[in-house]
Structures are given as structure tokens and as C-alpha cells.
């Protein structure tokens, strides 16, 4: 129980530390193309309806895959089969990985 407590409390930190980091980059890289379409004397670029709803569907997509792969982590840990500490990551990786996949597939469609 300790090695997946200890293991949960990191990954969650470094979870939102990047989920911000992208929002702050991204938020950043959109303002500043707004000012240089400004600066050229260009329309700026409408705000897309629906947007929301694609990066929400998005983000609900990611916690199913995360969660998928914590209970994942936890069953094998229960059962005793334990390879490493880095088959938890792996695990938990893989299935975050294929839930950005398959919600990428969904917000085309």
C-alpha cells in the first residue's frame, strides 16, 4: 500500500504541473498570435465555438485512461506480480497514452 501511495502523490503533482504548463503555454502562444495579426493591421482570429467541449471530452477521456491504469498498477500489485517500480509508470503511461488516442479520434470525427 505504501509504494502506491508513494507513487500516486508524484505522478498526481507532476499531472497538474503539466496539464498548467501546457494551458500557460498555449494561452501565451495564442495571445501573442493575436498581437501580431494586430500589429500587421489583420483581423483577429474568432474564438471557435465548440472548443470547450472538444478539450472537456478531451480531459474526461484522459482521467478514464489514468484511472484505468492506477486500477491496473493496483491489481497487479495485489496479485504479488511485481516486476519494478517502472512497470507502474509504464502501466499508467500506456493507458493515458491510448485514451489521448482515442479522444484525438473522437474530437476528428
Same mark, same amino acid.
Given at each position: #500500500? ?8 508524484? %505522478? ?13 503555454f498555449?494561452?501565451?502562444?495564442r495571445h *501573442?498570435e493575436?498581437?501580431l495579426r494586430?500589429?500587421? /493591421?489583420?483581423?483577429?482570429?474568432p474564438?471557435?465555438t465548440g472548443?470547450? *467541449?472538444? =478539450?472537456?471530452?478531451?480531459?474526461g477521456?484522459?482521467?478514464? /485512461? %489514468?484511472?484505468?491504469?492506477m ?6 500489485? *495485489? #496479485? /504479488?506480480?511485481? =516486476? /519494478?517500480?517502472?512497470?507502474? %509508470?509504464?502501466?499508467?503511461g500506456?493507458?493515458?497514452g491510448? =485514451? ?7 474530437n476528428? =470525427?
Open positions: #500500500m505504501d509504494i502506491i501511495i508513494m507513487f500516486v502523490m508524484p %505522478v498526481t503533482i507532476v499531472l497538474i504541473i503539466c496539464f498548467f504548463l501546457t494551458w500557460l498555449l494561452h501565451k502562444a *501573442r493575436k498581437l494586430l500589429e500587421k /493591421g489583420l483581423e483577429p482570429i474564438a471557435t472548443s470547450g *467541449r472538444n =478539450a472537456l471530452l478531451t480531459l477521456i484522459l482521467v478514464i /485512461g %489514468v484511472s484505468v491504469g486500477a491496473l498498477v493496483t491489481a497487479i500489485n *495485489r #496479485m /504479488g506480480y511485481f =516486476a /519494478g517500480d517502472g512497470i507502474f %509508470v509504464g502501466i499508467v500506456g493507458c493515458s491510448i =485514451a489521448l488516442i482515442i479522444a484525438s479520434k473522437l476528428k =470525427a
